[in-house]
């Protein structure tokens, strides 16, 4: 069975350009999560999907950052006129969710390894 | 925000070795509390999902525990192998949200 599939693997891209990164959850998975770890730091949450919707977009750094869920399946995460502090692993994680919110393991991608030049 | 913090930060520990490190947070609201290990070139795996004050999970010669009254968890090695060696990452789950500590890197020497 597929797990969680992120791509790319690797971005190198000059400051200011946008960037879409995208990550393909386990299939029947209703819950979708996108997190970034920047060099010597812990995970950071972004943000959260339940379906194609997000409760909370908090999580996310600056009106820079959208993410978006359609079909209950892929989700993509942009970043639009990158800065170097958005270098970063970006990681996505899945789980199935039912009514009660995060009793449930994540599954994570492999990550995509983001660097701004 | 909600702070989850872990102990220590790092640990060397010989083979047959046995270790545990702490995962601490606040007491109130709590829901979840998961427990990950992160191979380094791999992604993140889950170990345990907690829930329950007095929980205790095993899996091999791993255990955690879960005390949500004064908002604490311990996870256990016994007899450490250097396959073990990994970042331990706790979170904890609240309002929609996870809140990862900044790990446990354990290195278990051959």
Redesign the interface.
Known sequence: GA??SQSPSNKVTEKGKDVELRCDPISGHTAL?W?RQRLG?????LI?F?GNSA??KS?LPSDRFSAERTGESVSTLTIQRTQQEDSAVY?C?SSFIPIQ???????????TRLSIL | ILNVEQSPQSLHVQEGDSTNFTCSFPSSNF??L?W?RWETA?????LF?M?LNGDEKKKGRISATLNTKEGYSYLYIKGSQPEDSATY?C?V???????????TKLNVKP
């Open positions: 797990g969680v999560y997190y730091q812990g995970l950071e949450f959260y339940q409760p909370d999580g990681l994680a919110g995060g009793y449930q393991p994540q599954h994570f991608g492999d990550g | 829901y979840a998961h990950y791999k992604s993140p795996e889950a999902v829930t990452l979170a789950y609240n309002f929609n949200k996870f809140y990862f500590g900044s790990g």
